[in-house]
């Protein structure tokens, strides 16, 4: 028996300690508050791992990024914007801020993530319904897994909407070659705890050009005019990261790799034993995996279908007694309470998911033994 916690996705620092040294060094001149030479030379080591293409700005949440990349699309009071119902409230509720109505669009079969075909759709009859095109569209690379970019770019393009990318999840994932968050008009990174880099809390905005990262950098620091005095012609936000928190960043930057080849490992690991259990065969547990060559998932974490219903938040308090941290799949945003009067456009299959998934521990610490354990854990469970 296992007699640690096995958590979903534990922060991990380098064995190094590169962070505690940029965090000192931010001590030692000074530079705890925000802005400062971490933030400028983390947001240059993740413009390098994406070879430079992007320009890139750090910002205190991935929540903050969505809500300044909705701002620099113009997005504001009245407007609509379509947003995944599949994930988590951090992409729709930003559209609210801005006094916007998110219109929300249920996942298809492959990625879980949005689905082209019901994007199509909506788009068709905002526009009849209200005579206007959505202002944005905000897609989820959920769980690592990239969205089916070549249908929906084709559809944005098709009808002159820009899009978002949330590739919160997907730092390290591939779509035919080309990493996430290179595929929206913005896009967006998280470094919460959880990630797969952590800076404690913050996120960031990949945008497609200099100008565009000065003038989020311009909303994110209280939109203050070059003045000496405090100027202001526009509303601003204090969403820059900090210095402190950017240190942290800098480190974790040098274990990005180890950490997507090991959630990689975990996940295969994972496939490998159910496969070899008597639950699966694709029949009673299906891990989620690659569609196809296409993607290449970093599989933040993994998650796994049962055939049957289950009551997921029950399941998941059962394998918390064996100290095992499990999360139910998202409850879909077009079922959240808060958006009950927001219109969506619905297949049926993140409900399904919902009823019928969970999130496995996936991250660093998780080690091969916690792994067979699990699934032992989940095999008994079920069999009882």
Avoid at 3 to 27: D, N, V, W
Avoid at 102 to 115: A, G, K, L, Y
Avoid at 118 to 124: D, H, R
Avoid at 136 to 155: C, F, N, Q, R, S
């Amino acid at each position: 028996m296992s007699l640690k916690r096995i958590h979903l996705c534990l922060a991990h620092m380098s064995p190094t300690g590169a962070e505690q040294h940029y965090i000192q060094e931010a001590f030692n001149t000074n530079w705890i508050a925000p802005l400062g030479p971490n933030v400028d030379a983390f947001e240059e080591d993740l413009e390098n791992f994406f070879n430079s293409t992007p320009k890139i700005a750090a910002i205190s949440s991935c929540t903050a990024a969505i809500h300044i990349a909705l701002l620099l699309l113009g997005v504001g009071k009245g407007d609509e914007v379509l947003c995944q119902s599949f994930s988590f409230c951090a992409s729709s509720n930003p559209v609210t801020y801005c006094g916007a109505t998110p219109i929300f669009v249920d996942s298809e079969e492959d990625t879980w993530n949005m689905s082209p075909e019901l994007l199509e759709e909506a788009i068709k009859d905002r526009i009849a319904q209200t005579g206007r095109k959505p202002k944005a569209i905000i897609v989820v690379d959920l769980y690592g897994m990239p969205a089916k970019w070549d249908e929906i770019t084709a559809i944005s393009q098709k009808y002159d909407i820009p899009v978002i990318e949330d590739a919160a999840n997907a730092l390290g994932s591939y779509y035919k070659g080309k990493p996430c968050g290179t595929f929206g008009d913005i896009a967006t990174l998280s470094f919460n705890g959880n990630k797969m880099i952590t800076t404690s809390g913050g996120g960031a905005i990949i945008c497609k050009d200099e100008a565009t990262k000065k003038r989020a950098i311009f909303l994110a620091t209280q939109a203050k005019e070059p003045f000496l005095h405090y100027e202001h012609e526009t509303i601003g936000f204090n969403y820059r990261m900090s210095n402190i928190s950017a240190g942290i960043g800098r480190g974790q930057m040098t274990v990005l790799e180890d950490h997507i080849n090991h959630h990689k490992h975990v996940h295969k690991l994972y496939r490998e034993l159910f496969l070899n259990t008597n639950l699966t065969n694709n029949t009673n547990i299906f891990v989620q995996d690659n569609p196809n060559a296409d993607f290449d998932s970093n599989f933040w974490l993994t998650t796994i279908l049962f055939k049957q219903e289950l009551d997921t938040e029950t399941f998941c308090l059962e394998l918390d007694k064996s100290g095992i941290e499990a999360r139910p799949l998202w409850k879909p945003m077009h079922l959240q309470p808060v958006y009950k009067d927001s219109p969506a456009f619905t297949n049926g299959f993140s409900e399904y998911l919902f009823k019928h998934g969970i999130c496995l521990p996936s991250g660093p610490w998780v080690m091969d033994e916690d792994v067979k354990y699990i699934v032992e854990k989940i095999k008994s469970t079920i069999i009882d």
